[in-house]
């Protein structure tokens, strides 16, 4: 994944909590982010930015897609999903890969069974703040049913109960923003 998605990248925050498919598949998106040009910032490194352009999607879910040359092609599906017990202008995002085929590449078009990331995203006024959660073998995420957790930070969910508890636990503790984004 390149640095535009910091968003869900695991590698870049230590950690993530992810699916094999969507664990969300039934439930209705909600639209809290208007389209349009976004920069990107890492919380860790401010001056590490990059750009990209939100699309929406007939379906309710977005598109966000790079604009820099480096990384012109390269996209992310997202939905944004309002969980009941979540604060104020919080909501649920699931993520998945969809970057353009480039020669020499292989190709891992976008399916059903895709990896998905989730964490959460708070709506600011100009723009969003993202909350990328990291997995501790020995923590309590961890030690939920349907949840496996590796050795580099992440946990794979097999069941969306265990996943909605994690994120609603995870919405009361301080905020740690991975990842900002502003509009242009």
């Known amino acids: 994944m390149k640095k535009l998605f910091v968003l869900m990248s695991c590698v870049l925050?230590?950690?993530c909590?992810?699916?094999t498919g969507s664990l969300f598949g039934d439930a209705k998106p909600v639209q809290p982010f208007r389209a349009g040009k976004l920069v990107a910032s890492n919380a860790e490194k401010p001056t590490d930015i990059s750009h990209s352009m939100l699309t929406v999607g007939k379906d309710g879910s977005y598109r966000l897609?790079?604009?820099d040359k480096k990384d012109l092609g390269d996209a992310m599906v997202l939905r944004f999903l309002a969980l009941p017990g979540l604060p104020a202008n919080v909501y649920v995002f699931e993520a998945v890969s969809d970057d353009a085929c480039k020669p020499g590449q292989t190709c891992h078009p976008m399916t059903a069974r895709s990896e998905?990331?989730?964490?959460?995203v708070r709506a600011?006024?100009?723009?969003?703040?993202?909350?990328?959660p990291d997995c501790v073998k020995t923590g309590?995420?961890?030690k939920l049913p349907g949840v496996k957790a590796s050795d580099y930070g992440s946990c794979t969910f097999s069941n969306r109960a265990s996943l909605e508890k994690a994120l609603l636990d995870l919405?009361?503790?301080?905020?740690k923003t991975s990842v900002t984004y502003k509009y242009e």
Do not use: C, I, P
């Open 17 to 19: 909590w992810q699916s």
């Open 13 to 15: 925050v230590a950690g």
């Open 124 to 132: 600011t006024k100009t723009g969003a703040e993202v909350f990328n």
């Open 171 to 175: 919405s009361k503790q301080g905020w």
């Open 140 to 142: 309590a995420v961890a």
């Open 65 to 67: 897609a790079a604009t």
């Open 116 to 120: 998905r990331d989730y964490g959460l």
